[in-house]
């Protein structure tokens, strides 16, 4: 039996994980602690919420009082801690809630474990899933590693690599049990819409602009959202504590050149002429501090762990465009703001 405490779970990333933790491992209970903002939405678990090994929290992690009593309550062994704010361009915008949420909030998780579990470590685990952009940004060489030093450009890459920096000190400095993954870019199904890609389906769709950075020239490796849980589900069971994993998708691809499959996936499975879509594409003014490539190697998953992606991009790409054609009324709720109303209601 473990109890594991699950931060973000209502977001994209972290109710992929929340599923297969639930599904997959039905004596272990799993508390979901989510503060329910943008991001979050409880309509992508609708399948798992009546599951007698599911728990849901409407909590806010930078609440220390409330983490602690969450710790206690529930008897936490474990965490894997994915609550963030996530997205660079709000993150230029507001860093102040960058810097409270991925710092402060992540402090908190750290201080109420170490808080519980300093009589007794055995057994127990901090899990901090992080991003590949604290590494900053590479030439047109070269990969990612767990050793290449960090040197964030923006605040929300600042604020993640802050956070990484508190989960390896308190590793150093008492001894608390941790592990920490780097991801590249996700994509699949239940993606908040601002996001790159499903942004891009849903305009492509209903025949909107697609705005591209600069030229569209910077590379991005990008991972399927499943494999990335299933990596997480591998290094949460088998990862050496104190050390980092790189995971990734192997598959580099120009911004304009991912936006043109989209395109021609998207015209093709709504019977279009092949590239119709492409008239859409604008070129707008670049991002400030708009890193050229993110690019992992995640050898040491693969050689230590086993972990490999299970999707070619395509075959990716084809299942999420599918997902997001198929699933009109979720994307609808999200983007008129809908699929807030019910569960803030139902919390409050």
Known sequence: MRNILITGGAGFIGSHVARLFVNKYPDYNIVNLDLLTYAGNLENLKDIEQKSNYTFVKADICDYQVVTTIFSEYNIDSVIHL????????SIKDPFS???TNVMGTLSLLQAAQNHWKSDLKNKLFYHVSTDEVYGSLGKDGY????TSYDPHSPYSASKASSDHFVRAFFDTYKLPVVISNCSNN?????????????FINNIKNNKPLPVYGKGEN??????VEDHAKAIDIVFHKGTVGDTYNIGGFNEWKN????KILIKTVDQLLGRKEGASEKLITYVKDRAGHDFRYAIDASKLKNEL????SLQFEE???KTVQWYLDNEEWVKNVTSGEYQKYYQQMYE
């Open 83 to 90: 609550a963030a704010e996530s997205h660079v361009d709000r």
């Open 98 to 100: 960058f810097a409270r």
């Open 144 to 147: 990612f590693t767990e050793r």
């Open 187 to 199: 994509y699949g199904a239940y993606q908040f819409p601002e996001k790159l890609i499903p942004l």
């Open 219 to 224: 590379i991005r490796d990008w991972l399927y």
């Open 256 to 259: 304009i050149d991912l936006i």
């Open 306 to 309: 086993g972990w490999q992606p």
């Open 316 to 318: 990716g790409i084809e």
